[in-house]
């Protein structure tokens, strides 16, 4: 019969070779999902800066069209314009 030290060192030595190529594959696919997180994170942050670029663009040319209204609002509203109710009043008493 064998040693049984030496089936012992031999199961040992087995064991610890499963154990590391488990800890080897666990390491590989753990460093595959976080080389994948940090790719997600980087498109992430490329479409918060776009997005954030044009709401500052939109709110620029937002700026711009509120100004252009403001200065056309006192050409729209004639002084002394008189009421659609008091032209149409006027309307149907001149014709009657």
């Known amino acids: 019969m064998s040693d049984p ?3 012992m060192a031999e199961a040992f030595k087995q ?3 499963a154990t590391v190529s488990a ?3 666990y390491e590989q696919g753990t460093r595959a999902r976080l080389n994948q997180i940090e790719d997600d994170l980087r498109v992430l942050r490329r479409e918060r ?3 954030l670029r044009d709401l ?3 709110k620029g040319q937002t700026r711009v069209w509120v100004a252009e209204a ?3 609002k006192p050409e729209a509203r004639p002084p002394s ?3 659609l109710r008091s032209v149409l009043r006027l309307a149907l008493t001149a014709g009657g």
């Open 15 to 17: 064991l610890s070779r």
């Open 23 to 25: 800890l080897r594959t």
């Open 5 to 7: 030290s030496i089936a």
């Open 56 to 58: 500052n663009a939109s």
């Open 49 to 51: 800066g776009d997005a």
């Open 70 to 72: 403001d200065k056309w």
């Open 81 to 83: 314009c008189i009421s």
